[in-house]
């Protein structure tokens, strides 16, 4: 695919507001993301097709269900950083339209998912708390220490085979926080610490959006570990 026709791909509205939902990891249905884009379900379905086609959504048919996903972490990587540059304007952000949106808007810069990491105030202090505690070095670029693999298999958590070899997923990398403006981690190893902390209930979704709340027991686990207080 050329540049321009990957521009062309989310410069429309209702695309990008495909992707945009879609950060959130999972996989949704056509018509839940023609509820939240507000367009008719054919005019969904046309656009969806047409992100298919281009390789931006991986489609996955359950009986008579049609959901779709962001086709890979590295398109998750492409639609984050394209929403950073368009945030980070000179111009001020649009006041929040409704109490509903400024709640949510709260709640996501409190803690969320970035595709399948964590981010916001809550992934930006987990990866401070990596790095301080020399889990994560940035000498020579982002990488696990022997300490950080020594760390993550004491608390049962799991890279990918795969992981940072030839094809696989880098097993760290950098990704700018919009609403922080300052680095949290994702790669292979956001995506298992996010995991884990979903999974042991340490962190909860709010709603069916991207936004997620630390639990008391996350809350205990994080000081614990990592010695990230939480505001």
Do not use: K, N
């Given at each position: 695919?050329?540049?321009?026709?990957?521009?062309?791909?989310?410069?429309?509205?209702?695309?990008?507001?495909?992707?945009?939902?879609?950060?959130?990891?999972?996989?949704?249905?056509?018509?839940?993301?023609?509820?939240?884009?507000?367009?008719?379900?054919?005019?969904?379905?046309?656009?969806?097709?047409?992100?298919?086609?281009?390789?931006?959504?991986?489609?996955?048919?359950?009986?008579?269900?049609?959901?779709?996903?962001?086709?890979?972490?590295?398109?998750?990587t492409?639609?984050?950083?394209?929403?950073?540059?368009?945030?980070?304007?000179t111009?001020?952000?649009?006041?929040?339209?409704?109490?509903?949106?400024?709640?949510?808007?709260?709640?996501?810069?409190?803690?969320?998912?970035?595709?399948?990491?964590?981010?916001?105030?809550?992934?930006?202090?987990?990866?401070?708390?990596?790095?301080?505690?020399?889990?994560?070095?940035?000498?020579?670029?982002?990488?696990?220490?022997?300490?950080?693999?020594?760390?993550?298999?004491?608390?049962?958590?799991?890279?990918?085979?795969?992981?940072?070899?030839?094809?696989?997923?880098?097993?760290?990398r950098?990704?700018?926080?919009?609403?922080?403006?300052?680095?949290?981690?994702?790669?292979?190893?956001?995506?298992a610490?996010?995991?884990?902390?979903?999974?042991?209930?340490?962190?909860?979704?709010?709603?069916?959006?991207?936004?997620?709340?630390?639990?008391?027991?996350?809350?205990r686990?994080?000081?614990?570990?990592l010695?990230?207080?939480?505001p």
């Amino acid at each position: 695919m050329t540049l321009a026709a990957l521009a062309a791909l989310l410069a429309d509205p209702t695309r990008a507001a495909f992707c945009t939902a879609l950060l959130d990891g999972r996989a949704w249905t056509a018509g839940e993301l023609a509820r939240h884009a507000s367009v008719a379900p054919s005019t969904a379905s046309e656009h969806l097709s047409r992100l298919i086609a281009g390789g931006l959504l991986a489609e996955e048919r359950q009986g008579r269900h049609r959901y779709v996903r962001l086709a890979t972490p590295t398109v998750a990587t492409l639609i984050e950083d394209l929403t950073v540059f368009a945030e980070s304007g000179t111009r001020p952000a649009t006041a929040p339209r409704s109490l509903g949106e400024a709640t949510r808007l709260s709640a996501e810069a409190r803690a969320r998912t970035c595709y399948d990491h964590l981010a916001g105030r809550l992934g930006v202090a987990v990866s401070d708390a990596l790095l301080a505690h020399g889990l994560v070095t940035e000498e020579g670029g982002l990488a696990v220490t022997e300490r950080g693999r020594d760390w993550l298999a004491a608390q049962a958590i799991e890279l990918p085979p795969r992981a940072g070899r030839r094809g696989g997923r880098p097993v760290v990398r950098g990704c700018l926080d919009w609403t922080e403006r300052r680095t949290h981690l994702g790669g292979a190893l956001g995506a298992a610490l996010c995991r884990a902390a979903l999974d042991r209930a340490w962190v909860e979704r709010i709603g069916s959006g991207r936004a997620l709340r630390v639990t008391p027991d996350g809350g205990r686990a994080l000081r614990e570990l990592l010695g990230v207080e939480l505001p």
